[in-house]
């Protein structure tokens, strides 16, 4: 009765008949070319006969004793699909409402289908159209976790869904022809324990689900994957056959902190020749130019991204099928990660090379977007235009950069999975590692794109324990500038003063006076807003001392240092980028993901 209701309510709401408005907003965009209600004659051929009628069977004709009298189609049967399509459905619901950069549900609404959604007072548990745990779980098997999930049709068609796993098993019969004697609930359930049991690289015991009160499945939700966790649980089938040059540093590393240097250099089928590095060097800890080196581990040459060269040369790519990038991006444009994949990108697709990022979560989430884009030429600190603040993954970014910038590069995204464009880094699971000398923590990360600005105007905590996390100069007043700041009222942040003695960079070994940038909402703060505030304030209280010009080189964005110096209000600042803003997140569409 639910999805009898369900569909009529799809209909009255959409203005359109069900089986157009499932057609257009689901089996269309997921590229389901089979699915539909009330196949055409043409497909007959294909559509198994089910239960045999006054010596006819049904056949293209929905077997259920109410959906003929509503004209074939109805919230609750009457739908034809394959096991292709099938797949497909089940992968977008595995990627929490995606697939191949096409959303259908919001990761929200999959949590709530697949989450119990029955009644205290009834035992079996169910979502919102999906089994759980009930007496037609059988699919379920004897290893698919509690908290998985799936659905049996009556004429003997099943799906089960494991997002602990990432696994799906399709069982389609028509066990009620030719009449309704057959019955196929034990090969259900052997057909599932099989699947599971083919897995040999998932431990299901190690799935953490338990029950609560009321009976509900607190399953642990499906770990997030970076792009060389998925490649290594593909058994690095898209790089077999290739003679591999790998760009990372230490950061290109698998959830169990396996390199992803040594996991190239051991895979079957893979020859792994050369390695790239970026700024900070393939270890991730030099301060400054880099040369070629020799990688005391495997033996290989790693030639320098940032020394003598910013791209690799023919000569370095003769022995070599395919360039492999692995480094985490912070997800700021000055950061210079972005540059170096760009780079590479081009020589990928100038030298006839295919290229593979292994994607990676952006650590300040991938729905943010923040601060002007870049105005004028490029430079290795502003490789691309785009804001200070993208909302992009490397991967995501290099569809950008192929597509703008006429790299022409054969690219291969292997994508991230079980990630939400809006979770920070600290809700992924996933461990942490520096990026770089001094991006010494995720809050530093957060700061990066406001604070980062100031680096050559004031200290900015180089060679203190907390980089970016403070800033101040040899002149400030450190309570008076606090005092100036949190005036201001820059929702999500407060400013306390502080004094430092840098040892590295701007005012080295100077006792600075400033403030520590503490967060107290980061959904709410504008870093950029934040560095704007801190320059404005600095300048309008030590006018010989702050020199704001030094922000033009990350910043490249002239109206808004200008506006600066003229101590503009923020809301006059952010009306100078704004237009431009919008029209990158159009531009920005196009090559999202997740």
């Known amino acids: 009765i639910n999805f009898f209701l369900l569909g009529e309510i799809v209909q009255r709401v959409s203005h359109q008949r069900l089986e157009e408005f499932v057609a257009r907003e689901v089996y269309r965009p997921l590229k389901m070319v089979d699915t539909c209600y009330l196949p055409p004659h043409s497909k007959l051929g294909r559509i198994a006969p089910t239960e045999v009628v006054n010596g006819k069977p049904y056949r293209g004709v929905v077997h259920d004793p109410t959906s003929p009298h509503m004209g074939g189609v109805a919230g609750h049967a009457g739908l034809f699909t394959t096991a292709a399509d099938l797949a497909r459905y089940a992968r977008m619901l595995l990627n929490r409402g995606a697939l191949d950069g096409v959303r259908i549900f919001k990761p929200e609404t999959v949590d709530l289908m697949t989450s119990v959604q029955s009644p205290a007072s009834i035992s079996a548990r169910r979502g919102l159209g999906w089994d759980i745990d009930s007496g037609y779980s059988g699919l379920r098997g004897k290893l698919f976790p509690v908290g998985s ?34 019955n196929v609930g034990a090969l259900r359930t052997k057909l599932g324990t099989l699947a599971a049991e083919a897995i040999t690289d998932y431990n299901f015991a190690s799935v953490a689900g338990t029950s609560g009160g009321r009976g509900e499945v607190r399953a642990a939700k499906p770990r997030v994957l970076n792009g060389i966790d998925v490649l290594v649980r593909q058994k690095f089938a898209p790089l077999k056959g290739l003679r591999v040059g790998l760009i990372t540093n230490h950061t290109g590393e698998d959830r169990d902190r396996n390199a992803t240097i040594d996991l190239l250099k051991n895979a079957p089928g893979v020859e ?12 991730g800890a030099v301060d400054e130019k880099v040369g070629d080196t020799v990688d005391q581990k495997t033996g290989l040459p790693v030639y320098s991204l940032y020394g003598q060269r910013s791209k690799p040369t023919p000569e370095q790519l003769k022995d070599v ?36 990022v292994l994607d990676r979560v952006n650590p300040i989430n991938g729905a943010m977007i923040d601060g002007p884009v870049r105005v004028g030429k490029g430079s290795f600190v502003a490789y691309h235009e785009v804001p200070l603040r993208y909302g992009m993954t490397i991967g995501e970014l290099s569809r950008m950069c192929n597509v703008e910038r006429n790299c022409k590069a054969d690219l291969t995204v292997i994508q991230v999975e079980n990630w939400q464009r809006d979770s920070w880094f600290d809700q992924t699971g996933l461990p942490w590692t520096n990026p770089s000398p001094n991006m010494r923590s995720f809050t530093a990360a957060i700061l990066y794109p406001g604070i980062g600005l100031l680096e050559s105007a004031l200290s900015v905590g180089r060679g203190t324990d907390t980089p970016f996390e403070v800033v101040g100069a040899p002149y400030a007043d450190d309570v008076k500038v606090a005092e100036a700041l949190n005036g201001a009222g820059l929702p999500g942040v407060r400013f306390v003063p502080v004094q430092f003695t840098p040892t590295y960079s701007v005012h080295k070994g100077q006792l600075c006076k400033g403030v520590y940038i503490m967060l107290t909402d980061r959904d709410k703060c504008s870093v950029v807003d934040a560095g704007l505030l801190i320059a404005e304030t600095m300048y309008r209280l030590y006018p010989k001392d702050f020199n704001p010009d030094k922000m033009r080189p990350l910043l490249l964005h002239p109206p808004t240092l200008e506006a600066v ?23 920005r569409a196009k090559y999202l993901i997740y």
């Open 565 to 587: 110096k003229a101590d503009k209000s923020l809301k006059e600042i952010r009306a100078l980028w704004q237009k431009d803003l919008d029209e990158f997140q159009q531009r």
């Open 272 to 283: 792994l020749k050369v390695l790239f590095s970026p700024e900070h060097g393939i270890r």
């Open 149 to 182: 999930y799936g659905h049996t049709g009556w004429t003997g068609t099943s799906i089960w869904i494991d997002p602990f796993s990432q696994t799906f098993v399709i069982f389609l019969s028509n066990r009620n022809h030719p009449d309704e004697s057959g």
């Open 321 to 356: 099928d395919a360039l492999v990038f692995d480094i985490q991006d912070i997800g700021c444009r000055f950061y210079t990660y972005t540059a170096t994949m760009g780079l590479t990108l081009a020589a990928a697709g100038e030298n006839g090379k295919k290229y593979f």
